[in-house]
């Protein structure tokens, strides 16, 4: 545990209360960095940039190996809206490329930059595997700078109605959430997650009221020990909700 760097971020929507450990550190993200993209697709489609009907058709480099569907499907040609749900919903690694292509990372990270994510960014496509000739990683980031996203992401408007829609389909709730009560389909969670070797990530904004980001990096082969870390952080921002819920006694 003692090499586990555990980065943990809160805000009270209603309150706007804060709390944060290890804050300010820059972390690889894994697949929470698609929160960034699916920001910029959003937004893009609220403002008439891009149309969720627009079919894009499957490069042989989008493909890739990890999460996903696409690769086993017969399908060339997905729409915006299908890839930004398929991203969200399942990670899938293919439809994230091919929307990065469709829009760009420099115009991802400007798009970031813009909603105030100045060290959140993205560095590269998806790549599996990724080689030594390549960027380190996937994307780096703060879990304070992604739990302002997510913050921005509870707010009312039509990017974030539409992105929290995304992100409440997505279907894996095996790290902040998995020891406590979730109910996704009662609108309870909306979260991206993003794991890899020594990384494990969950970004999210609980029953409406708590963003978090819960970021956890340490060796290789520490995996379990990651994920135990972020689920009890899980149980510790539970905890703080149902605290911020109950009512007061004076």
Known sequence: MNDIT???ATRDLVTGEFHGVNEDAALP????????????????IEGGILHPDTR??????????GSGLLPSLSGRSWTVGDLAVLTAAISDNTATNALLRRVGVDRVNAAAAALGLSRTRLLDRIREPRGPEDPPTFAIGTAAELCGLAALVAGPGGWQVLMRGWMRQ??????????VRHDPEGGWLANKTGTDEGVRSD???????????????????????LASAVRQAGLDIAARLSAARAPSSS
Do not use: F
């Open 56 to 65: 894009v058709t499957l490069h042989e480099d989008d493909y890739c190996g």
């Open 6 to 8: 555990l980065a943990v």
């Open 203 to 225: 970004v999210g904004i609980m029953d409406g009221r708590m963003a978090y980001a819960v970021l956890a990096h340490g060796p290789s082969g520490g995996e379990h020990e």
């Open 29 to 44: 993200l894994a697949s929470v960095g698609k929160l960034l993209l699916l920001a910029e697709v959003a937004m893009s």
């Open 170 to 179: 997505n279907t894996d709730h095996s790290l902040v959430p998995a020891l």
